[in-house]
């Protein structure tokens, strides 16, 4: 058989009553705007020793952000998180100057 045509708002107004379990086994559903939640994993490009570099999971995001920060690394094997000296605020009397292609 062939389906129906049938415009935005009348299937918006449908798919707020749906759920069902995902791929996955979670629960799908849909917000006003008729989208689902956003389910993501966070990856970090990691260097081992010994091994190759890769991809690792250290965070995800559903229904909010989830990070392991003790699996993450940084330059030379560090496990703390480093200070941001790109980002930190100007002092009184100080701006930044942006530098095209840095």
Not at 53 to 79: E, F, I, K, N, T
Not at 85 to 98: A, D, Q, T
Request: net charge positive; glycine share 12%; hydrophobic share 30%.
């Amino acid at each position: 058989t062939r389906m129906t045509h049938t415009d935005g708002k009348t299937l918006l107004r449908y798919i707020h009553d749906v759920s069902f379990n995902g791929s996955a086994g979670t629960q799908v559903t849909f917000n006003e705007n008729g989208d689902a939640p956003g389910r993501y994993h966070i990856f970090q490009y990691q260097l081992e020793n010994g091994s190759s570099p890769s991809y690792r999971v250290v965070g995800q995001w559903a229904d909010g952000l989830r990070m392991d920060v003790w699996s993450m690394r940084w330059s030379a094997g560090v496990r703390a998180v480093p200070r941001s000296v790109c980002s930190l605020p100007c002092g009184p009397g100080h701006r930044k100057k942006l530098v095209k292609g840095v």
